[in-house]
């Protein structure tokens, strides 16, 4: 669900890699007939890819099959294409490479990923189905009926889903050089242009629809693939799983305490807050990304919202139980520190194990058992691209362009408008800025496609430029705005009665703008070797996550601009929605 993951190594498990390294020979050299294989699964993954694409786009044309998939998905298909979204290439290859790594404190990342779906599971799921129709927006609309909020909110999705895509598609480019076995900067241009293009078409042709599909399909590969290699790894290590683990520990370079926290995180007061800022942001940010969101309108009832979360938070679960494995198996039969030569990142750690248990450099099956999981790992990449650009495309076109820009007020609004002006008191249910669309669904779907041309674009541009640093903040940064402005206003509207428009529009603010501040004030940006701009410094903020204040200013905006509001608040609309929320009563 992140990009490549990062690595900022305490100065503990730095020297632990060196001591390894010093006396170390490369285990495994990938050669050209495991790319030439990997290149060849490659085509296969874009042609199959392509092929579902251009036969689900001509099932349906409409606003709800381009935006919603028909909303007939089942629990089971939907849970699969749930976990496809959120496990991204960085799952499975940096989660286990950081557990290669910095075993204990590796781990601490699945941890968080798997504790992020109870909330969704206890708070968002059945709720947002019922009471939304495409987008986040659209819960909020349901109870305050302003322009701005649906602005507001269209476009903290946007920049959410923007950054989140930026990152994967510079780390599809450095991965996929990786896998190849080229360090060419040219390489990772064309393959950043080509999984933006690939992306683009999955898109336009094919809507949620086939963006489902893909997910499917990638989640089954992806747990495929995972659990073939843990089979081969424990029955490597005759089922003892103790031995696996003192194995892993004797070849990590730091004995006992590769099994112990502190690896990476326990180096200071900054890096353990840091930490706990991560883990909030890992934990709460799931629960407000738009990606994840709109997945729940896939399925015809919130019940089987709530049991495709149930079937993804099965397949996560077991997912990051087997990364766990492999990367304790990939620091016993491969070591720390020629996991750390082929790749600082650890993001190689999977596929060398792979070579490893297919038979060793060389051999037949450790070549196809190669190529089989790089290919898996680029199917990856694409299908989370293809979820991203759909969500921010349907923010923009349902929310920024017919909720807020094209929206007239309604008759009945500028009625009351008339009657103020006139002195006449006005019910508050009828002094709200309603507003009507006058935007078609063909219209919004047209504007939809123009939008995921438009914002792929984008993307490969920013991307092109940003290939060479470090954006690995930019996936911190994604999830830290989910929860800082995602998450406060989706609670607040759900189970706050008091909540208005002014409040809707202070908490999205008040959360998104300090976490983009924070960072570019932080030492991701200036003040370190390993920072965007190493030779300046004008950072002020110690973390290089700015969630463990970002979100709680979030909900404190919230909570201020609605009590400072001199709106009145419309019980009947609360009402209405909370009616909605717990029956679908109502629902789309």
């Known amino acids: 669900m992140t990009t490549l993951m990062p690595t900022v190594p305490t100065d503990v498990a730095k020297a632990a890699v060196r001591t390894v390294a010093a006396n170390a020979t490369p285990a495994v050299a990938p050669t050209g007939d495991h790319h030439s294989l990997a290149i060849a699964l490659f085509a296969v993954v874009v042609l199959v890819t392509l092929g579902v694409t251009l036969w689900v786009g001509r099932q349906g044309n409409a606003a709800e099959d381009f935006f919603a998939g028909g909303r007939d998905f089942t629990p089971l298909q939907n849970g699969f294409a749930l976990s496809g ?19 204990y404190d590796g781990v601490l990342y699945s941890v968080g990923f798997l504790v992020a779906w109870l909330v969704v599971l206890m708070l968002v799921a ?4 019922n009471a939304g129709r495409y987008t986040l927006a659209d819960v909020l609309a349901l109870r305050l009926r302003r322009r701005k909020v649906r602005a507001a909110a269209g476009g903290a999705s946007v920049v959410v889903t923007l950054l989140y895509l930026v990152a994967q598609m510079v780390g599809a480019g450095s991965l996929v050089a990786l896998l190849l076995g080229t360090g060419s900067p040219h390489a990772r241009t064309w393959t950043i242009i080509a999984v933006g293009a690939l992306m683009i078409v999955y898109v336009t042709i094919g809507g949620m629809r086939a963006t489902t599909w893909i997910q499917i399909i990638k989640a089954f590969l992806l747990t495929c693939g995972s659990v073939l290699l843990t089979v081969l790894l424990v029955v490597r290590f005759h089922g003892d799983l103790g031995e696996l683990m003192r194995q892993a520990a004797a070849h990590s370079g730091a004995g006992h305490r590769y099994l112990e926290p502190g690896l990476k995180y326990g180096g200071s007061l900054t890096s353990r807050l840091d930490f706990v800022s991560l883990g909030l942001g890992l934990v709460l940010g799931t629960a407000g990304l738009p990606h994840i969101l709109s997945r729940f309108y896939t399925v015809p009832t919130a019940r089987a919202a709530r049991r495709s979360t149930m079937w993804a938070i099965g397949l996560v679960g077991s997912f990051y139980l087997m990364a766990i494995v492999l990367g304790l198996g990939a620091t016993a039969l491969i070591g720390s520190a020629e996991v750390h030569r082929a790749n600082s990142a650890g993001n190689t750690a999977v596929p060398l194990l792979a070579l490893v248990l297919g038979g060793g450099n060389g051999s037949t099956g450790g070549v196809v058992l190669f190529a089989l999981i790089s290919a898996i790992a680029f199917a990856t990449i694409l299908a989370v691209v293809a979820g991203l650009t759909l969500a921010s495309s349907a923010a923009f076109a349902h929310d920024i362009w017919a909720g807020a820009w094209r929206a007239r007020p309604s008759r009945e609004t500028e009625k009351s408008r008339g009657r103020r002006r006139r002195g006449e008191t006005v019910p508050a249910a009828r002094s709200s800025k309603e507003s009507v669309s006058e935007v078609s669904e063909q219209q919004e779907v047209m504007v939809a496609r123009i939008a995921a041309a438009g914002i792929g674009a984008a993307a490969i541009v920013i991307s092109l430029f940003a290939q060479q640093l470090n954006v690995a903040f930019l996936v911190g940064l994604a999830f830290a705005v989910a929860a800082s402005s995602n998450l406060p206003v989706l609670l607040y509207s759900l189970f706050w009665s008091r909540f ?13 703008i300090p976490a983009i501040a924070l960072v570019i004030f932080s030492p991701v940006v200036s003040g370190s070797h390993e920072a965007l701009f190493p030779g300046l410094d004008f950072h002020w903020f110690p973390l290089e996550n700015p969630g463990i204040v970002s979100i709680p200013l979030g909900f404190l905006a919230g909570w201020i601009g609605t009590v400072t509001s001199s709106e009145p608040t419309d019980p009947d609309r609360f009402a209405e929605l909370e009616v909605r929320a717990l029956t679908g009563a109502g629902a789309a």
């Open 500 to 512: 208005t428009a002014r409040g809707a529009v202070w908490a999205v603010y008040g959360g998104l």
């Open 85 to 103: 979204d959120y496990l991204s290439a960085a799952s499975f290859l940096g989660v286990a490479g950081l557990i290669a790594l910095y075993g």
């Open 126 to 129: 059945e709720l947002v189905r």
